[in-house]
Structure formats: C-alpha cells, structure tokens
C-alpha cells in the first residue's frame, strides 16, 4: 500500500537561508509520482514540483529542488533562499501508475523569520 | 478569476441534515477529484471523474456520501445524514489528462468547502 511519512511537524527557517523538508515514501509499484505542495493558510494547495520515479535527474523548479534518492525511498524538498511569502505548510504526495489518487503525507509546517 | 471555484466556503449545519457542495473546475479541464482534509492531517482522496464517468472512489466514500459531474463540467458533491465526523475541509481539484495512462501533470485546487457538524 501507498504511504507518505513527513516526520518534521514543523520547520524553522530564517530569511534568505535553505531548508530541506523531509518525506520518505512506501509502494510496491516501480512506476510512480511524487509531488509536493504548499498550503498556506488560505487553504488552496498550489502545485511546487514533481518528480517521476524513472526521472533520472532531480527535479528543479525555481527556488524548489527536489532530492530523489530512490534507494532510500525519500523525496525531500529544498527551499533556498527563503521567503516570508514561504510560510505554509507543506505536504508531500505521491500517485502510482495507472492510478489518479494522489496520497498525501500529514504535513510539515514551515516558518520563516526575518 | 479563472481558477477552480468552490461553493459555499463554509457551511454550518446539524448532525442529520444532508448538505451539498459545489466545484466549477478550470473550463478546460477534463478530470476532476474530490478530496476531504481534517485538522492536522493532509488530504484523502474521494473520488475521481474523467468527463462525466466517476472512475475512481475511495473507500472512504460511504454511502452516505455522492457525487455527480453531469454533463462533465461542475461537480457536486453531497453528504446525507450528516456526522460530526463529517467536519472537515473539502477540496476540489481539476487537471487535463491526455488519456495516458500515467499522468504526471499538477493539480489544480480549490480553496476548499469547511463543514461543521453539530
């Protein structure tokens, strides 16, 4: 069975530094999608990055970078330079082939300070 | 504004009542999928629309619980007999398959609908 484990409940961060939130998945499946996606208090979760599990590279997207390590079966997310607008909380989730569940994990809250 | 829009916002209601909630995708979207989210948790899907077919339906989804896409645009989504344990957020999300068999595109979601049971 799918699993997502976020085991950060929360993150602390200041301005203009890095962070990594952690996210390890289970699936028997080799064929599968990982997602992550930010949640700020509005409630509307907004698509950051996605990484294929055949993808060989790591996924970037802007200041998102996402550290695949497919052995370890764990995708972690990689803010950089970080952002008050960055304040939210995140999840991790992953969809295996063939199906559109997407299977989230319970969330890591992230802060950033000035 | 050209996002996915859903409605009421909040709905407040007693345990029993049935309630019903509404989610115009992004026009150009084809699939469509209901989620539900309570308090420190993330979301858990409920179901899935291709068009108007539902094709895929979690579990979770007693059946108390229905949802409908008629004509393949809006969606709603309805809880007879309402519980406590209803309370939760409900979120709506739509993307754009291409059929393929594993879609990797990005979800598009909702501000969601906040229930409260009594």
């Known amino acids: 069975a799918q699993k997502i484990t976020q085991t950060q409940p929360g993150m602390f961060v200041q301005e203009k530094e890095a962070v990594t939130l952690d996210c390890t998945y289970d699936?028997?499946?080799?064929?599968?999608?990982l997602f992550w996606y930010k949640q700020p208090s509005s409630g509307e979760m907004i698509f950051l990055i996605y990484q294929g599990s055949y993808d060989q590279q790591n996924a970037t997207e802007g200041r998102y970078s996402l550290n695949f390590q497919k052995a370890r079966k764990s995708a972690n997310l990689v803010i950089s330079a970080s952002q008050l607008g960055d304040s939210a909380m995140y999840f991790c989730a992953m969809r295996e082939e063939g199906f559109q569940k997407l299977v989230f994990g319970t969330g890591t809250r992230l802060l950033v300070s000035p | 504004d050209t996002g996915v829009s859903q409605n009421p916002r909040h709905k407040i209601t007693k345990r029993g009542q049935n309630v019903t909630f509404r989610c115009d995708p992004i026009s150009e979207h084809n699939r469509l999928y209901w989620y539900r989210q309570t308090l420190g948790q993330g979301p858990e899907f409920l179901t899935y629309f291709q068009n108007e077919a539902q094709l895929e339906k979690s579990r979770l989804l007693s059946d108390r619980f229905s949802a409908e896409r008629p004509k393949g645009s809006f969606s709603t989504l309805e809880i007879q007999r309402t519980e406590q344990g209803d309370s939760a957020m409900y979120l709506c999300?739509?993307?754009f398959g291409s059929g393929a068999p594993f879609y990797t595109g990005e979800l598009f979601f909702g501000e969601g609908s906040r229930l409260t049971v009594l």
């Open positions: 999300a739509s993307s």
């Open positions: 699936t028997s499946d080799p064929s599968y999608g």
